[in-house]
């Protein structure tokens, strides 16, 4: 059997917080007995990095996270024979990084000036300069653009010399304007100390909406001190990035040279598909743009020894899939966990057999899952399954308390139920054992979303306790030493664990393994032989049980 399990191998996948507080906390997890040959890599989240939002995905730079690991605890994974994946977010950067807070500093001095969008720029000719300072596009020009918020995509920022510059923004951000004192108007503009008390007190009591703010009596001060007010605003975000910038190809090498340094093995790439950007031209998965992007980060990946995972969430009938796989990358099942919920509600697997297929036939090398970080991709299925059947998942699944979030007032254009997968399934030990077995024997690697293993049922406090947009935390517990400690003594949790053993260390399933799917509906039977030996799971929809045979005589 081959020795390099990158297709094959068994991935968890966490925030370095997720289990025991940090880092070394999941190390200790993974030292225990039950973990012994249970996982081949880990995929950790990029809270590992330097980082302020989003759960780690708006980077300030790849230090590692001194809140949540070092050196040593990645070393200590090594020993455990445990290799990494480690995001690479392409398309944008935090604003708090040293390029963007370079900008806000010496504005059209920066090196930094073009290294990410000015939306001017990037605009200029293509329509029409508003009020605000901003081009608004003519339509031609929209009309095939998707934006993940409502209006354009853009951040006003203020330069040092008093110029609003609008910047590429795809998305979040927030602007924030700081109390004023009166000390510090007193000091900065000169004002007398009463009218300075007054002028702190009027603004910090307001909604800090400048064109409403009322200064009262002291409104002869307008034009100072609102020119002072925006001076000092901050900012919160992700910033485009402008890849025709040198700037940005020399960062790109530094990250990918970092992130081999820690010992990664694959590099997900998130959201490198609204990098690529042209007037006229779709600013997520422009062809040839998108295309031509991933070819040359995947080269310098490569000269790092790195292997690239990219991730697009696109429709099945999109065939983008079929797109990565003929280029000679992994791809990302996102289709198998609204499938496997499918299977479920109509006792019939045809659909997932359907899909076992293409795989086969077309050699697609897969990282599969059930539940992630994201939440459960239904609206993928598109072209897979009809609209009807599709609509018949998000139900079920949201009448076991999962979250849809709609796009900025669009039904059904978010692509993503949030829950826990256990949940999904109606918090069924029994089908939770069989979704994890139907996931093994798929073709591929298989991503483990560490509260899935545990059985974790959706967390409403958490989701509460993050506030508007904070849905996501529904299936992101984070999970103390005692909390892993009882889960460990559950049936559903041990069978799990038993069942990764078996998919990492049988000789089994390697790449080299012939896979063959049958059913007749609501039985299904998967096979994978080698010369090693045969490895067979069959599972009945209708009676919702699974049955496993290992046979590894050809030893």
């Known amino acids: 059997m081959s020795s390099d399990r990158t297709k094959t191998g068994t991935l968890l996948n966490a925030y370095c917080d997720s289990m025991d507080r940090n880092l070394a906390g999941i190390v200790r997890v993974l030292k225990k007995k039950e973990f012994e040959d249970a996982f081949e890599s880990f995929y950790i989240l990029p809270s590992i990095f330097n980082s302020d939002l989003d759960r780690g995905f708006s980077l300030i730079n790849y230090d590692l996270n001194e809140a949540y690991a070092d050196q040593e605890d990645i070393e200590e994974l090594k020993k455990l024979n445990i290799r990494l994946m480690m995001d690479f977010v392409l398309n944008h950067i935090s604003v708090l990084s040293p390029q963007f807070q370079d900008i806000l500093k010496k504005g059209d001095a920066s090196e930094y000036r073009d290294f990410f969008i000015d939306w001017n720029k990037f605009w200029d000719g293509c329509g029409t300069m508003t009020e605000e300072g901003y081009i608004q596009p003519d339509e031609k020009y929209l009309k095939d653009m998707f934006f993940r918020k409502a209006g354009l995509p853009i951040l006003m920022v203020r330069f040092p010399d008093g110029r609003d510059v609008p910047y590429w923004n795809t998305f979040y951000q927030e602007v924030n304007y700081p109390d004023l004192s009166a000390y510090e108007l007193v000091r900065d503009l000169g004002l007398q100390y009463s009218a300075a008390c007054e002028i702190a007190s009027a603004f910090n009591s307001s909604d ?5 703010l009322d200064l009262g009596r ?11 007010i925006q001076s000092r ?3 919160l975000g992700q910033m485009d990035l402008n890849i025709k910038s040198d700037l ?5 090498r530094e990250t990918l040279a970092k992130l081999a340094s820690y010992g990664t093995s694959i590099v997900r790439l998130d959201a490198f598909a609204y990098a690529p950007k042209e007037p006229g031209e779709r600013n997520f998965l422009n062809d040839p743009g998108t295309w031509d992007l991933l070819e040359k980060v995947a080269s310098i990946a490569r000269e790092n020894g790195l292997t690239v995972l990219p991730e697009i969430h696109a429709s099945y009938e999109e065939k983008i899939y079929e797109k990565l796989a003929q280029k000679g990358y992994m791809v990302y099942d996102f289709f198998l966990p609204g499938l496997v919920i499918d299977a479920f509600e109509r006792k019939n697997g045809t659909y997932l057999k359907k899909w076992i ?3 086969l036939a077309k050699n697609i090398h897969t990282v599969n899952m059930l539940g992630c970080h994201d939440g459960i991709p239904l609206l993928d299925l598109k072209g897979l399954l009809d609209e009807e059947s599709i609509q018949n998942v998000i139900k079920a699944t949201v009448d076991r308390g999962g979250y849809v979030k709609d796009l900025h007032g669009a039904k059904n254009v978010y692509y993503q139920v949030n829950a826990t997968y256990y949940s999904a399934l109606g918090e069924s030990d029994a089908r939770m054992l069989m979704a994890r077995a139907l996931q093994l024997f798929m073709p591929g690697k298989p991503q483990i979303w560490y509260l899935d293993l545990f059985a974790g049922k959706n967390d409403y406090e958490a989701m509460r306790r993050a ?8 299936n992101r517990t984070n999970l103390t030493a005692e909390q892993i400690e009882e889960a460990l003594g559950k049936e559903v949790v041990q069978k799990q664990l038993e069942m990764l053993r078996m998919r ?6 390697s ?5 063959s799917c049958e059913t007749d509906g609501s039985r299904m039977c998967i096979v994978w032989k080698n010369t090693y030996g045969k490895a067979q799971l069959q599972v009945d929809f209708a009676e919702e049980t699974y049955s496993i045979q290992i046979d590894e005589t050809g030893k």
């Open 233 to 235: 605003r901050t900012y």
């Open 218 to 228: 002291w409104e002869k001060y307008r034009d100072q001190v609102i020119a002072y």
């Open 208 to 212: 800090k909406k400048i064109g409403t």
């Open 504 to 509: 990492n260390s049988s000789p089994v399933f």
């Open 511 to 515: 790449e080299d393994a012939e896979i």
């Open 248 to 252: 940005v190809w020399d960062y790109y």
């Open 467 to 474: 506030g508007e947009g904070g849905h996501k935390e529904i």
């Open 357 to 359: 297929d293409e795989i």
